[in-house]
């Protein structure tokens, strides 16, 4: 019995393998262009698929948990295949030019935390099925060419703790449903076509620390609420239509270390010794 289970566990991992090797070899037949030869050693045995450039496999099943094919400026596109690396944890594929749409079988990868694909050509609009990946902590898209609105399904991942949708053509409002990402401590939505105003962010949002909307068309005021959340270190709203006065809370924020606020059309006065209490600005 322990001989017929040491055989069986083995062929399991063997074939588990070759599902993770199966499906970069995928990826690799997708990209059009690897100019530094980065991926060259990446292929079929005898190079095992856990010493492939940019694979780490986990200790105990070793199956692909991190993919890390960053600044090798590839080009191509992401295969449906990626769905069957199901122990995949971390997927950056940030700063090379990666286009086309988002295969939706990425929803498979239901243990993926990490995913980066910053500074591609990746185009289409922002995909709502994210929210299926329940273990999203980290979303990076910026510097890409994104359109349609912020989905509301975003407030499905609860995990979620940094957003990054900058620099692409993001229209629409910014969703309420932002404020209601308890983990939240980044979110970063700079340089789209956002419109409307900002959304009042209360006491759930309490652990932004960071909030980028500069370069967009919001209009309005800035919510009060804004000052009230004191982890805050990072407010950038600068290259709006924003009008009014600003509100006082923002400079009671100790942990503030910039405020951004040029180019916009607000009024109103600054009262004497506004930084006093703001030991790192």
């Known amino acids: 019995m322990l001989q017929y289970y040491v055989i069986s566990s083995s ?8 599902t993770d090797q199966l499906a970069l070899l995928s990826l690799k037949s997708k990209i059009i262009s690897d100019p530094f030869h980065l991926l060259d050693e990446n292929r079929s045995p005898p190079t095992s698929v856990c010493h492939w450039v940019g694979v780490t496999c986990g200790s105990r099943h070793q199956r692909v948990r991190l993919l890390n094919l960053s600044n090798m400026d590839l080009m191509g596109s992401m295969p449906r295949e990626l769905r069957n690396l199901t122990f995949l944890v971390s997927l950056d594929l940030g700063s090379n030019n990666f286009h086309v749409n988002l295969p939706q079988e990425m929803t498979h990868l239901h243990r993926l935390k990490f995913l980066d694909l910053s500074f591609n050509s990746f185009s289409g609009e922002v995909p709502s099925w994210f929210e299926f990946l329940h273990q ?16 509301s399904s975003f407030s499905n991942i609860s995990t979620l703790e940094t957003s990054i949708l900058k620099f692409n053509s993001i229209e629409g409002q910014i969703s309420k449903v932002i404020g209601s990402l308890i983990n939240l401590t980044v979110l970063n939505l700079g340089g ?6 900002i959304p009042m962010l209360h006491s759930n949002a309490s652990r932004l620390e960071t909030l980028e ?4 068309s919001l209009q309005g005021n800035i919510p009060e609420g804004i000052g009230y959340l004191h982890n805050m270190k990072v407010l950038s709203i600068q290259e709006n239509q924003l009008t009014d006065c600003i509100p006082f809370p923002v400079f009671n924020i100790s942990r503030i270390e910039v405020i951004a606020l040029s180019n916009n059309s607000l009024s109103g006065y600054l009262p004497n010794g506004l930084c006093n209490g703001l030991p790192k600005l």
């Open 11 to 18: 062929a399991m991992t063997q074939f588990n393998i070759s």
């Open 192 to 197: 789209n076509k956002l419109i409307g105003f």
């Open 136 to 151: 999203l902590q980290v979303l990076n898209l910026g510097n890409n060419s994104f359109t349609g609105s912020i989905p």
């Open 213 to 216: 909307i500069s370069y967009n």
